[in-house]
């Protein structure tokens, strides 16, 4: 393998950098795409849910909350049984639409989560199955903080390998129902809320 164009800041991954990959026999040579991100999209739940509504559920105040995290609300789902695959299908629409492609373009979903729906399908089969996406393969990424990290890694070399050319990537929680309200769970109650964020990646149409 040889190197095409130097990326600029010296990172292997810089966007608009390709190689050029050799058949090991001095063979003949193809560039390999890099990845980029093609459309983002978001969703949180319409229930908002202040400091000072956490302080009637357990001993926590609005000023002790914000000196510790800086955290002034969050969102909770409205109601029970709307699970991560739920929040991540606005998020992953708009993200498709974003990119200025069709739900159809969808070739792979990689699902980053740490509350999946349920244990087993992963919940990225079940998104799969809400956005009208039959057979197309899903991955679930039992990871939460850095689970869009290492979906986006994943994605990555999906693309480079020609494997998939739109990959959908979420990452999605509903903290909320696994909160403990009381003082012995109030440093990690006040921090977490419901949410989702999703990417579409795809090849980089740069040289």
């Not at 302080?55 to 969102?75: F, H, N, V, Y």
């Not at 974003?98 to 079940?126: K, Q």
């Amino acid at each position: 393998m040889k190197q095409g164009h130097e990326p600029s800041n010296g990172l292997p991954g810089a966007r608009g950098c390709f190689l050029l990959e050799t058949d090991g026999r001095g063979g003949h040579e193809e560039a390999v795409k890099r990845s980029q991100i093609l459309g983002t999209g978001h969703y949180v739940p319409s229930k908002v849910v202040t400091n000072d509504d956490l302080a009637k559920l357990m001993p926590t105040s609005d000023e002790w909350i914000q000196q510790r995290s800086g955290i002034q609300e969050r969102r909770f789902i409205e109601e029970s049984g709307i699970g991560a695959s739920d929040l991540a299908v606005p998020a992953a629409k708009m993200a498709v639409e974003r990119a200025g492609r069709s739900m159809s373009d969808v070739d792979a979903i990689i699902f980053a989560t740490l509350s999946p729906d349920v244990n087993f399908p992963g919940s990225g089969c079940l998104l799969g199955d809400k956005l009208g996406l039959p057979g197309v393969p899903a991955l679930d990424i039992r990871n939460q903080c850095t689970g869009f990290v290492y979906g986006l890694s994943v994605a990555d070399a999906w693309v480079r390998t020609g494997m998939y050319k739109n990959i959908l990537l979420v990452g999605s929680e509903v903290h909320s129902t696994g909160l403990e309200f009381t003082e012995r769970g109030r440093d990690v109650a006040v921090l977490f809320g419901d949410g989702a964020g999703a990417a579409l990646i795809g090849p980089s149409e740069d040289d």
